[in-house]
């Protein structure tokens, strides 16, 4: 990337911008790695007009609002490709418990506790704890979705969300499976996406839906150009229990059923074989590694370093803060970083790698990396400022190293999404934190 990059030639006499950020070291996360130490980023419209030399931009641009960087680490936004973000009202209600135990006990209470307005109050608490912790979009798997939507839309906050087919008996939203598909073609049909959005459509698992159905919803989601996400090899039990229902494992099904491709995003894949490795590879799926929720169910780890050799995309998610009792990406890049060396190799996920399954691996998982994960003229204008003037991260000799070994949410200064400032200076711009948090509290205590 040359030293500034502009959509327009740039004169004598200034542009007009709505946002300039400038004057940290801006890590753009771009395919050359490039790092700018006085860097600056030029946004209009919620889209990156230009990046460069902060003195450049500063000359090149006259810009609305400003934030000063200086003595900060401008990265992309984060990109949480695997969450449930309203289970923010389940936060240590089914701790110390493997799958099919949090499974059995979250579920009934989920019955109990959700409602439209009860997804509300969560997914508010949700996006507050995220931008606090610079994460930027989320691919959101729940229930009451149009619920979730309009929160994270008053928010200002980037959210992928759309229909979700779980076959069980009483589903909180009391919609008879034979009903749902009619209702997700009623709501697919003529949307047209925001810019850095794209439909979605849930199949939760192979464990909760049979292979008529699963097939049904990929057609569904084919049809809309949605992308298609579930949950497949969380774990051992998991495994068996689908082996035992479709005589198949989880991945083994999914790619008989003609269901793997670019478009699909598969929710953990901790428990998988060389072939399945494989033909995720071959057909180009997805991966949302959830490193943090997977140690804490007892699940085990998932095969990031073969995923990566062999070409499969890895984005990185943080579960429902239920399974990992936070949101925190930041967290969840470091741990990426971390628990993939036990097995001896301490390459085995390097802190720049780990960086890009948070940001841009993330955004090409959910089919958007063109549109995000990087800080590219062209893309969103979706970014955090992250303070280093923190004792421990001093000194700083790398910036991979220092945000996936030393860094912590609670460093994030400001968020912005596109083009937007939803948090500055540690003060979130369209949430009230404390009437959010006091919200959710009251909806769990009342039921």
């Given at each position: 990337?040359?030293?500034?990059?502009?959509?327009?030639?740039?004169?004598?006499?200034?542009?007009?911008?709505?946002?300039?950020?400038?004057?940290?070291?801006?890590?753009?996360?771009?395919?050359?790695?490039t790092?700018?130490?006085?860097?600056a980023?030029?946004?209009?419209?919620?889209?990156?007009?230009?990046?460069?030399?902060?003195?450049?931009?500063?000359?090149?641009?006259?810009?609305?609002?400003?934030?000063?960087?200086?003595?900060?680490?401008?990265?992309?936004?984060?990109?949480?490709?695997?969450?449930?973000?309203?289970?923010?009202?389940?936060?240590?209600?089914?701790?110390?418990?493997?799958?099919?135990?949090?499974?059995?006990?979250?579920?009934?209470?989920?019955?109990?506790?959700?409602?439209?307005?009860?997804?509300?109050?969560?997914?508010?608490?949700?996006?507050?704890?995220?931008?606090?912790?610079?994460?930027?979009?989320?691919?959101?798997?729940?229930?009451?979705?149009?619920?979730?939507?309009?929160?994270?839309?008053?928010?200002?906050?980037?959210?992928?969300?759309?229909?979700?087919?779980?076959?069980?008996?009483?589903?909180?939203?009391?919609?008879?499976?034979?009903?749902?598909?009619?209702?997700?073609?009623?709501?697919l049909?003529?949307?047209?996406?925001?810019?850095?959005?794209?439909?979605?459509?849930?199949?939760?698992?192979?464990?909760?839906?049979?292979?008529?159905?699963?097939?049904?919803?990929?057609?569904?989601?084919?049809?809309?150009?949605?992308?298609?996400?579930?949950?497949?090899?969380?774990?051992?039990?998991?495994?068996?229990?689908?082996?035992?229902?479709?005589?198949?494992?989880?991945?083994?099904?999914?790619?008989?059923?003609?269901?793997?491709?670019?478009?699909?995003?598969?929710?953990?894949?901790?428990?998988?074989?060389?072939?399945?490795?494989?033909?995720l590879?071959?057909?180009?799926?997805?991966?949302?590694?959830?490193?943090?929720?997977?140690?804490?169910?007892?699940?085990?780890?998932?095969?990031?370093?073969?995923?990566?050799?062999?070409?499969?995309?890895?984005?990185?998610?943080?579960?429902?803060?239920?399974?990992?009792?936070?949101?925190?990406?930041?967290?969840?890049?470091?741990?990426a970083?971390?628990?993939?060396?036990?097995?001896?190799?301490?390459?085995?996920?390097?802190?720049?790698?780990?960086?890009?399954?948070?940001?841009?691996?993330?955004?090409?998982?959910?089919?958007?990396g063109?549109?995000?994960?990087?800080?590219?003229?062209?893309?969103?204008?979706d970014?955090?400022?992250?303070?280093?003037?923190?004792?421990?991260?001093?000194?700083?000799?790398?910036?991979?190293?220092?945000?996936?070994?030393?860094?912590?949410?609670?460093?994030?200064r400001?968020?912005?999404?596109?083009g937007?400032?939803?948090?500055?200076?540690?003060?979130?711009?369209?949430?009230?934190?404390?009437?959010?948090s006091?919200?959710?509290?009251?909806?769990?205590?009342?039921?």
């Amino acid at each position: 990337m040359s030293a500034v990059r502009n959509t327009e030639a740039t004169g004598r006499v200034p542009a007009a911008a709505d946002l300039l950020v400038h004057g940290g070291t801006v890590l753009t996360v771009d395919a050359a790695g490039t790092v700018l130490t006085d860097g600056a980023v030029a946004v209009r419209n919620g889209e990156i007009v230009a990046v460069g030399a902060a003195d450049g931009l500063r000359a090149a641009y006259r810009a609305a609002e400003e934030i000063d960087a200086g003595g900060c680490l401008v990265l992309p936004g984060l990109v949480n490709t695997h969450t449930h973000l309203a289970m923010t009202l389940l936060r240590g209600h089914a701790d110390d418990l493997d799958l099919q135990g949090f499974l059995g006990r979250v579920v009934p209470r989920e019955n109990a506790l959700l409602s439209p307005e009860a997804v509300t109050a969560g997914l508010r608490l949700a996006v507050a704890e995220s931008v606090r912790g610079g994460v930027t979009t989320a691919l959101d798997m729940y229930w009451f979705h149009e619920a979730a939507e309009r929160a994270a839309r008053d928010a200002g906050w980037r959210l992928l969300s759309g229909p979700t087919f779980m076959d069980v008996p009483g589903p909180p939203d009391r919609m008879p499976y034979g009903n749902r598909m009619a209702w997700a073609h009623g709501y697919l049909d003529g949307r047209a996406p925001s810019p850095g959005t794209r439909p979605v459509v849930f199949a939760h698992s192979a464990y909760t839906l049979d292979a008529a159905q699963l097939t049904d919803i990929a057609a569904l989601a084919r049809e809309h150009g949605a992308l298609l996400h579930l949950h497949a090899a969380e774990n051992a039990n998991e495994v068996a229990t689908v082996r035992e229902r479709h005589g198949k494992r989880p991945v083994e099904l999914l790619d008989s059923l003609g269901l793997l491709g670019p478009d699909t995003l598969l929710a953990h894949a901790v428990e998988l074989t060389a072939t399945e490795i494989a033909a995720l590879a071959a057909t180009g799926t997805g991966v949302a590694h959830c490193p943090v929720s997977n140690l804490k169910l007892g699940s085990g780890i998932a095969p990031v370093p073969e995923l990566l050799r062999q070409g499969v995309r890895v984005g990185l998610g943080t579960d429902g803060a239920v399974s990992s009792n936070s949101l925190d990406m930041v967290g969840a890049l470091g741990l990426a970083a971390l628990v993939h060396k036990a097995g001896g190799d301490p390459t085995a996920v390097g802190a720049e790698q780990a960086v890009r399954m948070a940001t841009i691996e993330g955004a090409r998982a959910l089919g958007l990396g063109g549109q995000l994960g990087s800080l590219e003229v062209g893309k969103r204008a979706d970014l955090a400022v992250l303070d280093l003037g923190g004792t421990h991260l001093a000194p700083r000799h790398d910036p991979w190293s220092t945000l996936a070994y030393s860094a912590r949410a609670g460093d994030v200064r400001d968020t912005v999404v596109d083009g937007r400032v939803l948090m500055r200076d540690r003060r979130l711009t369209t949430l009230d934190e404390a009437a959010v948090s006091a919200d959710a509290e009251a909806l769990v205590r009342a039921v």
